[in-house]
Nanobody, 126 residues
């Protein structure tokens, strides 16, 4: 059974930092592209960041570019999201997701992902 488990969320003041982790039970984790999405109350789940299977390519939503960094350590079956300069509008539940579609997808759409975690809450106070 595939499991993605997020951790590292919490309450932080504006301008602060958090690092989210996502541990995957995927036997072939190193073949999956990984993404982070977020969802705040009343809003749809939105794309945040994506990293390819090798870590060689990353992609970010404009709203988080230059503040967030996605990375992965394949031997640990873990993907990270380093979040700096946090803003109140970053408050949301953050989800990690996995896909290995072929042909390759751009990874910005929820429906492109096969596996999802349960999410971790991030709250940024002003």
């Amino acid at each position: 059974q595939v499991q993605l488990v997020e951790s590292g969320g919490g309450l932080v003041q504006a301008g602060g930092s958090l690092r989210l982790s996502c541990a995957a039970s995927l036997r072939t984790f190193s073949t999956y592209n990984m993404g982070w999405f977020r969802q705040s109350p009343g809003n749809e789940r939105e794309f945040v960041a994506r990293i390819t299977w090798s870590g060689g390519s990353t992609d970010y939503a404009d709203s988080v570019k230059d503040r967030f960094t996605i990375s992965r350590v394949n031997v640990k079956n873990t993907v990270y999201l380093q979040m700096n300069s946090l803003k109140p509008e970053d408050t949301a539940v953050y989800y990690c997701a996995a896909e290995r579609r072929f042909p390759v997808v751009d990874g910005r759409k929820r429906e492109e992902y096969d596996y999802w975690g349960q999410g971790t809450q991030v709250t940024v106070s002003s």
